[in-house]
C-alpha cells in the first residue's frame, strides 16, 4: 500500500483518486484554499484531508498532480519549494517540450519525474480511460491503478512521449470542434446556417444535430481546452508542423471561456453569438 496525493481533485481528478483508492492505497487531498465542490468530492470518495501542500508534501510518497495546463508548471514549482522528495506525476494537457522543462526541474531538486497523460472522459467505467506514463519510474505510477478502471499504461523511458501522445490525440478530438464551431459562427455571419444543415443532413440525417450538440457541449469546457491548445501548438511547431490552426483554435475557446460557470448549456445562438462578439 502507497501514500499518494492528488493535487486538484476536480472532475478528472477525484476519479484518478479513487481509482489509486480502489486498488487499496491511501490517498490524500489538500484542502487549503479549495472549494465546497471539490471537498465534496474528496469527501464522498473518502480521501484524507490535508490543510497544505506542504502537509501533503510530507506524508506522501507518490504525487499525482491533475490540473489545467496553465498551471502545470507553478504546480510543480511548489511542490518543489514544499520539499517534497517522492515520485512525482505530472497528468497534465501539456506539450512534450514543457514535460520536459518541468521534469529538469523537479529531478534537479531529487524528485523522480513522470511525464502522464489521460486519454478519454473522468475514469469511473471500464475501458473508458487511458493514462499514458512514460519516465524511468513511469511502472511506480502505474502500479498504483492495478485492477481498476483506470487503465494505467507505461509507454516507456522518455520523458515527453506520454504528453506527446496526449496532444497528438487531442489536436484530432478538442481541435475538430473547434473548427466545426468557428465553421458554425462563420455561416451563421454568412447567412447560410439553414443551408449547411440541409446540406449535412443530405450525408446524414443526423449529422446537423449532432454537430449542433459537440459545439454547445464544449462550451463549458472552453475555458480549460484553451489552454491545452496553445500546448498542442507548442507541440506541433516543436515538431516541424504549422502551428497556426491550433493557435486559432485557442482564440475560438476563448470566445467561449465564460460559459465555465453557466447553470445551464447554452442554445447554438448565444454560441454564435459568443464567438462573434469575441472577434469584434
Known amino acids: 500500500m502507497s ?7 476536480g472532475a478528472m481528478g477525484i476519479s484518478i483518486a479513487a481509482s489509486a483508492r480502489a486498488a487499496g492505497h491511501e490517498v490524500y487531498w489538500a484542502s487549503a484554499g479549495r472549494s465546497a465542490d471539490t471537498r465534496q468530492r474528496a469527501e ?18 507518490l504525487l499525482l498532480c491533475v490540473c489545467p495546463p496553465h498551471a502545470a508548471a507553478t ?7 514544499a520539499g517534497f522528495s517522492g515520485c512525482y506525476c505530472d497528468g497534465n494537457a501539456i506539450a512534450p517540450g514543457q514535460a520536459l522543462q518541468i521534469g529538469e526541474r523537479l529531478t534537479a531538486a531529487g524528485i523522480d519525474f513522470v511525464d502522464g ?68 459562427g462563420a455561416a451563421e455571419a454568412l447567412g447560410v446556417r439553414d443551408d449547411l444543415d440541409r446540406e449535412w443532413a443530405r450525408r446524414d440525417p443526423d449529422v446537423a444535430k449532432q454537430r ?32 497556426g490552426f491550433f493557435e486559432a483554435a485557442h482564440d475560438v475557446y476563448q470566445r467561449l471561456a465564460h460559459f465555465k460557470d453557466a447553470d445551464e448549456t447554452p442554445e447554438l445562438e448565444e454560441v454564435l453569438a459568443a464567438l462573434k462578439a469575441g472577434g469584434n
Not at 501514500?3 to 481533485?9: F, M, T, W
Not at 504546480?75 to 519549494?81: E, L, R, S, T
Not at 506527446?164 to 470542434?177: R, S
Not at 449542433?212 to 508542423?241: C, D, L, P, Y
Request: hydrophobic share 45%.
Open 3 to 9: 501514500k499518494a496525493g492528488i493535487i486538484n481533485p
Open 44 to 61: 464522498a470518495h473518502s480521501l484524507l484531508e490535508v490543510e497544505s501542500l506542504t502537509e501533503l508534501c510530507a506524508i506522501c510518497e
Open 75 to 81: 504546480v510543480a514549482d511548489a511542490v518543489i519549494k
Open 117 to 184: 497523460s489521460i486519454i478519454g472522459p473522468p475514469a469511473w467505467k471500464e475501458g473508458s480511460t487511458r493514462f499514458y506514463l512514460s519516465g524511468p519510474s513511469a511502472g511506480q505510477i502505474a502500479d498504483l491503478f492495478a485492477g481498476t478502471v483506470t487503465e494505467a499504461i507505461a509507454i516507456g523511458g522518455e520523458i515527453g512521449k506520454a504528453s506527446a501522445l496526449k496532444m497528438v490525440f487531442a489536436a484530432q478530438t478538442k481541435g475538430f470542434t473547434a473548427l466545426l464551431s468557428a465553421i458554425q
Open 212 to 243: 449542433v450538440n459537440q459545439v454547445r457541449g464544449v462550451t463549458g469546457k472552453a475555458w480549460r481546452f484553451a489552454g491545452e491548445m496553445q500546448e498542442i501548438a507548442a507541440t506541433f511547431e516543436s515538431a516541424g508542423m504549422p502551428p
